[in-house]
């Protein structure tokens, strides 16, 4: 595969896209507004693959650009990493939208803001959509790809092929919802969960245990619904019919959005390790990230 | 270790617990009230280490007897996994309360009934607690350790360390709870998924891709909350002053109890296998499972 892909904004995010399509054979453009960033970038993509044991000599097919027009030109995709600020995204899609010729996909990374809210009344509008990946994506394969109600049809086609076929996991919304899937799906598991510690059920490591030694395997091996799927002998018709009603009543009876206190926020930071150590922990996390990605590819090989 | 443990109930898990123990070196004395049950067990525990990898010589302390007085005899633990009907739970825990010295603990399985709902009125509802296991306990290690009003805290701490010295993670509940933890992130989670699928926002498959390949490996490695203390660069209390407000948003504006739908549960029976398939889908993700559990020990043992 010998596609050109942009990757506009260089941080952390925009860093990591440009190893999952360097490493699957693209050439990738870079831009970034602050000339600090685009200096920094070389380093800190080798450093990255240290990290995720990736081959820094994919990144023979990267270039760092000094104007934004240059970074998008021939390119067939733009993966932009700009700030979750709505007047910096507009301006910026404005810009990129006169920029890039009409066959060019230009897709956000964004978490908090949904395509409409940038790309409404471009003209373009049709070839915008968000494609969110789970951060950092060059160790989890997933992105969420969702239309606003002017993305067309056969960007969404593209858009999903290409994940692909740069080995990320695409998941395709039919419809612009805020929060798209997964942090609807973070959200309301946070709430319970801030919840049972501030009323002292539970530690925050007895929390996170329950997870990570528990229902989290599943999820990682299968999906909340394969688990389900093979949690009674009918399969899952059989489970929802036994354990709805019980699961439905632990649903109703669950913390909303006034589970997020300040009070539980100071209990969960006292109980976490110094903030300082942010950095260095979320290298080891992408380091065993990496690792757990392998891990999995392997197992799914072995199974096919 | 030397412990003599009773396995009361010898299904799926019963047998898993049986595994447990028996490779820490305990010796396990197993009762189950039906005869062709127990005529089964050693041929289904040997299929159990096939599939799982575990080494059949700990088998050598397993033993079968044909009553539940036998299989008390000298037992320091019971581990009951009998069915979670409240008149047979209520009608075991007297027979064994009434059979086991005091300083016995009586721990159960049950992942529906809380304890007080079958040790109230029993002379020994002190040294009764729920230690509720994510099925199958040989390969997800996680153990929910859920007092009553009357469990006395000795009986909890030697729940925990027992828990500790087979190898499985315990979590300590401060109080009883209906669903314990594990079941009321997981109802909160399936509740708002089983929404955006009904809804059509996204298909089974892509839900179960969203974790799988996103958000669960991340819990998988650290669990929720160590999760968020590395999505802000000043950790846990700075991504809830960033992050909260939307995630409460999201949170209030998520589906509860009345998701569970018979729609829902046609469109995910649908999409998933045959249920004729769920034993070998079963036996598939135990093998997973168990080596899921060897690589996460093995990157733990690399962070040590």
């Known amino acids: 595969m010998t596609k050109t892909i942009a990757v506009i904004g260089c941080g952390l995010i925009g860093r990591a896209w440009t190893i999952v399509f360097a490493r699957a054979g693209c050439d990738v453009r870079l831009w970034d507004p602050s000339p600090e ?7 800190r993509l080798s450093e990255t693959c240290d990290v995720s044991g990736d081959d820094p000599a994919a ?16 390119a067939e995709w733009v993966q932009e990493n700009g700030p979750e600020q709505i007047d910096v995204k507009r301006a910026l899609y404005a810009r990129m939208d006169a920029m890039a010729p009409p ?27 968000v494609a969110h990946p789970v951060n950092p994506p060059h160790v989890i394969p997933v992105v969420e790809l969702c239309p606003s109600p002017d993305t067309r049809p056969d960007v969404m086609d593209k858009a999903e092929a290409l994940m692909r076929a740069v ?9 612009e919802v805020d929060g798209f899937v997964l ?7 946070l709430a319970e969960a801030l919840s049972m510690i501030e009323q002292g059920i539970v530690t925050p490591q007895g929390l996170d245990d329950t997870i990570a030694h528990g229902l989290g395997r599943r999820w990682t091996l299968m999906g ?57 922990l979320s290298q080891n996390r992408d380091r065993r990230l990496a690792a757990l990605a392998t891990h999995l590819t392997h197992i799914q090989d072995k199974d096919d």
């Not at 960033?37 to 380093?43: G, I, L, N, Q, Y």
């Not at 942090?183 to 598991?189: E, H, P, Y």
């Open 167 to 175: 080995s990320q996991v695409p998941v395709r919304l039919t419809r």
């Open 59 to 74: 990144l023979s097919r990267v270039q760092v650009f000094g104007t934004l027009e240059e970074a998008l030109t021939g």
């Open 183 to 189: 942090n609807r799906l973070q959200a309301v598991l």
């Open 37 to 43: 960033v685009r200096d920094e970038v070389p380093a």
């Open 224 to 280: 909340p619904m394969a688990t389900i799927n093979l949690n009674a002998p009918g399969g899952v018709a059989d489970y929802l019919s036994r354990y709805g009603p019980t699961m439905a009543r632990l649903a109703d009876d669950a913390a909303r959005g006034e589970a997020f206190t300040a009070r539980v926020a100071e209990i969960v930071a006292e109980a976490m390790l110094d903030p300082d150590d942010v950095p260095a």
């Open 103 to 129: 066959g060019v996909i230009l897709a956000s990374s964004s978490s908090a803001l949904v395509a409409s809210s940038f790309a409404e009344g471009l003209a373009g509008r049709g070839r915008i959509l």
